[in-house]
Structures are given as C-alpha cells and as structure tokens.
C-alpha cells in the first residue's frame, strides 16, 4: 500500500469525511467516518435535534485533515499504519460488544438525553398542535414513531445505568447459590 496517490484526487475525495481515507487504501478508517458523519445527519434528522449537527464540522475537518497528513508521510511510515476502526481502541467490538463501566455509564446518560429531548421537544410541537385542530392528527401520525424511539433509547439508557457490575452480578450469584445449600 503505498500513499504516493494523485494530489487533486487525494482533494477531491478528501472533502466526503471517510472518502479521503478508502482512497488511501485505509477502508475500515474510511467507513467508520463515513457512518459517524451520515449516521449523525441520519440520526439528526429522524430525531429532529438539530444539536447533534455541531458534531458534523468535527468529523469533516478530522477526516479532511487526516488524508493529508497521511498522504505526505514518509512511506516507511505510512506502511505501519494500521488500518481499523475508529473506536476499536476504546470498545472490544470481538467479544461480547461490552462496553467498560466508566463507557457505559457515559453511554446510558448519552441515551437518556436524547431520549428526553426527543420526548420534550415532541410533547411541545404537540401542546402547539392543540391549539390549531385540524394539523393534530396529522401530527400526530407523524410523532408517534418519534415518542416510540424515544421511549426505546430511554430504557436502554436505564438499563446500561443500572446494569450490575461485573463482580456485584457475581457475589450475587455466590449468595443465592449459598442460601440455596443453607436451606
């Protein structure tokens, strides 16, 4: 693999976040900004919070910036850069796609907020909707999937933040094993 590649398209397809990455050869680099810049357009857009957007500048300039810097390493120094996912470092995607406590916690209030802004800013357009009738049942037809999505991240957020750790779900076991044979 080598990172000698044409100027003007290194440009070209720098400016698609993930692109920049595959044309170099590092695909899994590539996909995995190219789902975390549309998967937050996707997830913006379905859930109607525009504040997710200001997510988007951050991966564009990572992901423009990135394919440049690779493209003027040395050679011997590009061809020791491995190609994986983005967040394979922090999460071990390989054995049961458990997320450490300190990740989980983060991730469970992550889903709880948007869990609540969804329901909030859902439950305000339609407390606006009853003051002009004839728009309601059309609101309503388009929200509940809304109101559903949101109550389904809410539960998962619940669940990861009260999810035993790993040594509780344990002595726990070991108790109730030992009550069993005192009985």
């Not at 000698?4 to 695909?27: D, H, I, W």
């Not at 997830?43 to 493209?71: K, Q």
Request: charged share 20%; with cysteine; hydrophobic share 45%.
């Amino acid at each position: 693999m080598t990172n000698q590649k044409n100027r003007f398209f290194t440009l070209v397809f720098s400016c698609c976040p993930g692109a920049g990455e595959m044309y170099m050869g590092l695909y899994k680099q590539g996909i995995s900004l190219m789902l975390l810049f549309f998967g937050t357009v996707a997830v913006s857009a379905w859930t109607r919070l525009d504040e997710l957007c200001i997510l988007l500048p951050v991966v564009w300039c990572y992901s423009f910036f990135h394919t440049h810097n690779l493209r003027q390493m040395p050679a011997e120094t590009f061809a020791e850069v491995e190609d994986k996912y983005i967040f394979e470092e922090r999460f071990d995607f390989r054995e049961d796609w458990k997320l450490t406590e300190k990740h989980q916690r983060l991730f469970g209030w992550l889903l709880l907020f948007l869990g609540l802004s969804i329901i909030w800013r859902t439950g305000l357009d339609l407390l606006g909707t009853f003051f002009q009738m004839s728009n309601l049942f059309w609101y309503l037809n388009r929200s509940i999937p809304q109101v559903i999505m949101a109550l389904i991240v809410l539960y998962g957020a619940l669940r990861l933040m009260r999810a035993p750790k790993d040594g509780a779900a344990e002595e726990s076991m070991e108790t109730a094993e030992e009550e069993k044979t005192t009985n």
